[in-house]
């Protein structure tokens, strides 16, 4: 090998979690298919930091058994220096935590050539001057971004928008259910049942955040719209995206170990909203809007919204996403894209994609 040529590509891990076990699990699994994988040379959580050797189910076990207090100051230190050899270009770092802070160190990274490949939508999905700052460093040193994981959970949707863009097509409109847990819960909510029972049902299987206020707040889809809005072209801050809470005020201020207790008043507003729905013959659908208004402003909103039957977002089952995209080129039909948008594998899987996808180019 020519002392000049770029060493291959190691990668290192942040986030042990719900989705950073899954990657880990996936990346297994496909090492045993004989797929040809960059190595996975370091993870580290919020507690810590350590180097992968061959084992890495093993070094993954070791690190969610951290105990912040057995984390020595001086180890942490030095899990922590060894991160910093790994973020030199050609590198790859996958983020799956919800960190602000990390998100914040994208655009640094990008800049150095260090490729970011992420689950989390603070980077792309939170204020619009770091979204520029991510934009910027990629262009600036053609370091890779892969954002697939961060709404619909690899479904095709940011690559397809930004294909359309890049072909020359103008993107009008892009409305979705782009929030797994809220899909299920419209999808199951008939009226009937309460719905805080619902919302307990899903907590329980796993499709909600651990505080549910999280999805009912409508914030974490309030960040996907805006990653889909600035994937289409659209200078979108944060601010411009209305968002209608469903937590009534009861629940918004209770203390989190009061949640589960407050989740009853949720039943009588939601019930009411169901039965106007059903009187016009139409469906409960938790939606994110945005119209790129070509020469007439922009609109953005989230909340819930009752559309006819027929309307291309009422199908779907269980935690499915669907969006449909509005352009010149589907003016009379939108594009719509629909599947499993949620869920720990699939997340994996598409951080995975974007990793191969860098590595193979
Ligand atoms: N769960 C899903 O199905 C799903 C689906 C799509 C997207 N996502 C997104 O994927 C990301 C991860 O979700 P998750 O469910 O895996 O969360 P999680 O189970 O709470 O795991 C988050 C991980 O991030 C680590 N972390 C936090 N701050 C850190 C820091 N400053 N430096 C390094 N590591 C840090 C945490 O460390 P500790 O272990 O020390 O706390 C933890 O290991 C989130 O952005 C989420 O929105 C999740």
Excluded: M
Aim: with cysteine; hydrophobic share 45%.
């Amino acid at each position: 090998v020519p002392a000049t040529a770029t060493p291959p590509a190691q990668l290192l891990l942040l986030g042990t979690g719900t989705v950073g076990s899954a990657f880990v699990a996936r990346w297994q699994q496909l090492a045993r298919q004989g797929w040809r994988l960059p190595r996975l040379a370091a993870l580290a959580n919020s507690r810590s930091a350590l180097a992968c050797g061959d084992d890495i189910a093993e070094a993954l076990q070791t690190a969610r058994q951290w105990s912040p207090v057995a984390c020595r100051e001086e180890a942490v230190a030095a899990g922590f220096a060894g991160l910093n050899e790994l973020l030199q270009a050609n590198n790859i770092v996958v983020d799956a935590t919800a960190s602000d802070a990390v998100a914040a160190c994208h655009a640094d990274w990008l800049a150095r050539g260090v490729h970011v490949v992420t689950a989390n939508k603070l980077g792309n999905g939170a204020d619009l001057l770091r979204a520029q700052a991510i934009a910027r460093a990629r262009r600036e040193t053609g370091a890779c971004y892969g954002d697939a994981a961060t709404v619909g959970a690899g479904l095709p949707l940011l690559r397809t928008i930004r294909a359309l863009v890049a072909g020359g097509d103008r993107i009008h409109a892009i409305e979705g259910v782009l929030s797994g847990s809220l899909a299920w819960l419209f999808d199951r909510f008939d009226g009937e049942r309460r719905f805080s029972g619902c919302v307990r049902t899903a907590c329980a299987a796993g499709y909600t955040e651990p505080d549910p206020r999280l999805d009912l707040s409508g914030e974490d889809v309030r960040r996907k719209l805006l990653i889909l809005a600035r994937a289409a072209g659209l200078a979108l801050e944060t601010h411009e995206v209305q968002v209608e809470s469903l937590l009534p005020s009861a629940l918004s201020v209770a203390d989190i170990t009061e949640v589960d207790a407050a989740l009853i008043a949720l039943d009588a507003p939601l019930r009411q909203r169901y039965r106007n729905a059903l009187r016009d013959g139409a469906r409960l659908r938790f939606i994110g809007h945005v119209e790129t208004g070509i020469g007439a402003g922009h609109r953005a909103s989230v909340g819930l919204r009752a559309l006819p039957a027929d309307h291309p977002l009422c199908g779907g089952r269980g935690t499915d996403n669907r969006v449909a995209i509005h352009s010149d080129r589907y003016r009379t039909q939108p594009l719509v894209i629909q599947g499993p948008g949620a869920g720990a594998e699939v997340t994996a899987a598409a951080l995975i994609d974007d990793v191969l996808r860098i590595t193979s180019a």
